[in-house]
């Protein structure tokens, strides 16, 4: 295939421009007007292409691109342009954007100018700040040529990028970036770029006048008046009423516990999005919002129906761990599943006349990778043998047979087996618990936490093994360290990383031991500033970074029989034609219980739904 290397750009001004609408809004914006764009193919000399829409469309048409690999930085953007606006929709899509982040980390920024300098490919331009307010009538000849040339250099620096790091992987230089990354990129890519969900209009316009009602009633509901809710303690009672553990935090000025009830506490925002739609009513009130998260997401898909299928907009290598993460406003990622608003918005999201959508999630993924990782063979045969490892756990943490676990202590053993694989304290234990309205004594979650950590010994030697990984990454220590399965992982010490098998890496920039306040502590940069890391973290880190690879590839065996239109955590969502949807789900199962040959023996499970809204599988 040929590799055509391209680059839009398109009117903007102060009102109308990406840093204010999303993607999706900006391109099916009435305002969108393409000034020009510019073409290299392989790598030939790239030529820059400007004029009305038509004589545009016939130009890109000329290159045949639907037998073309098609490679852009922000390949969201200028694919879906190709796609939207001039119909053209090539055989793959490439992104430097998304390489970038998968090679040098997410603590890093990928835009254009910054993987230019790093990768010392030459120097981005800054003709586009010129071009604000103009309509391509507007520029005259010379200030079209100099906009021309600006992007042409755009596609130079991006061809020279991505040969970068396709021929040499940073930060281990020999390794080509992953020919299976990049079938990811693509459809991850056409997620957005080529939408087949549909948007139930009738249900959301139902849902969002029945959700802004209720925001309006909530606070009488709540016999608690709106000045109320400015006080921390009024404000915690109500949302203990509804079943919540107020949030809290250390306070630096008098070092005791308080309220976590500020905008910048992670906590008490994480209740934006609670389940329940009165708990989200609470903090948009206490936040002084006109709307709650639920209300705001239900109107954003309605708006995005009155232009067009659903584009799904997903970030591929969004975290350090490589998982995808949410994008464009509309965090897909994070759809309510319980409560009172389960399912409406999933409703709302349905398949195109004549498909359905089969939704397969798998089963308990990362506890799996965690006991085939260390060699924890007990649990690892209960998994296989498709027991309850639930209530194994039960059974030890009670000292009594698996048949007599009640319901709770199944819960107990679930919260063990899920909370403690990664290091987890008792005081944590007992917190996560608390957040679940379960209350034990300190000393019973010192107690819980031991009983998991003798019952899987091979787990909690695994964190050592991870312990000693850091030691010798911030030693730079030459020799092999053992982590988990032989020949899973490699510690890279020299890179500060440790080579997964999909050819990405886990990285620890500037990885330091540094005085912390209960001793010595191991801390590397993020953008946010140093970090603090552990043996049981770094696994923790693994696991879900093995799950994601496992998944990636589950997905992309599904997609060559079915459109993949969406993954989240843990899930693969497909549509398949109403005719053969029994068989079509067969397959999906068949493809989520599948495993690379680096996955040998880990025994992988799933269960899968059908329905003709995303709500209903």
Known sequence: MDLITLDFETFYDRDFSLTKLTT???????????????????????????????????????????????????TMFDGAILSWVFDIHPKMLLDTMCMSRATFGVEVSSSLAALSERLQTGEKGIEVLNAMGKRRADFAERELSRYGDYCINDVELTYKAFHRMLKANPPATKINFPATELRIIDLTLKMFTEPRLMIDEAALSAHLIEVVERKDKLLQECGVEKEELMSNQKFADALRALGVTPPVKTSPLTGKETYAFAKSDEGFLRLTEHADWRVQGLVAARLGLKSTLEATRTQRFLEIAKRGPLPVPLRYYAAHTGRFGGD??????????????????????????????????????????????????????????????????????????????????????????????????????????????????????????????????????????????????????????????????????????????????????????????????????????????????????????????????????????????????????????????????????????????????????????????????
Request: net charge negative.
């Open 24 to 74: 999706e809004e900006y391109i099916r914006d009435p305002r969108f007007e393409v000034i020009g764009v510019s073409v290299k193919v392989n790598d030939q000399p790239a030529v820059w292409g400007s004029g009305t829409h038509e004589e545009i469309k016939g130009w890109l048409e000329s290159f045949k691109m639907e037998e073309c690999m098609v490679l852009a930085h922000n």
């Open 328 to 617: 464009d406003k509309i965090n897909m990622q994070n759809l309510p599943s319980r409560g009172d608003n389960a399912g409406k918005i999933k409703k709302g999201i349905i398949a195109p006349p004549g498909f359905t959508i089969i939704d397969a999630d798998s089963s308990q993924i990362e506890a799996r990778v965690l006991a085939w990782l260390s060699g924890q063979s007990d649990l690892l045969d209960a998994f296989a043998q498709g027991k309850d490892v639930y209530k194994k756990m039960a059974s030890a943490i009670y000292n009594k047979p698996e048949d007599e676990i009640t319901k709770p202590e199944r819960f107990m053993g679930k919260t063990a087996v899920l909370g403690c694989g990664y290091g987890m304290g008792a005081v944590k234990f007992q917190a996560q618990l608390k957040t679940y309205g379960v209350e034990v004594s300190l000393d019973e979650a010192r107690r819980i936490v031991e009983v998991y950590r003798q019952t899987n010994y091979a787990v909690t030697a695994l964190w050592r093994q991870a312990q000693m990984a850091l030691i010798s990454i911030s030693r730079w220590d030459d020799g092999k360290v053992p982590l988990g399965r032989e020949g899973v992982l490699e510690v890279v010490t020299v890179d500060s990383a440790i080579r997964l098998p999909n050819g990405l890496y886990l990285r620890y920039d500037d990885l330091k031991l540094n005085e912390g306040e209960k001793g010595p502590e191991f801390s590397y940069r993020t953008r946010k500033g140093r970090t603090r890391i552990y043996g049981g973290k770094v696994i923790e880190n693994i696991c879900q970074a093995l799950a994601r690879c496992l998944i990636a590839e589950q997905m992309l065996k599904i997609a060559k029989r079915y459109k993949v239109v969406l993954t989240v955590h843990d899930a693969v969502a497909c549509i398949a034609p109403d005719d053969e949807v029994a068989q079509a789900q067969a397959y999906v199962e068949e493809c989520m219980r599948w495993v690379p040959e680096w996955a040998s023996g880990l025994p992988v499970d799933c269960e899968s739904g059908m329905g003709k809204s995303y709500g209903d599988c």
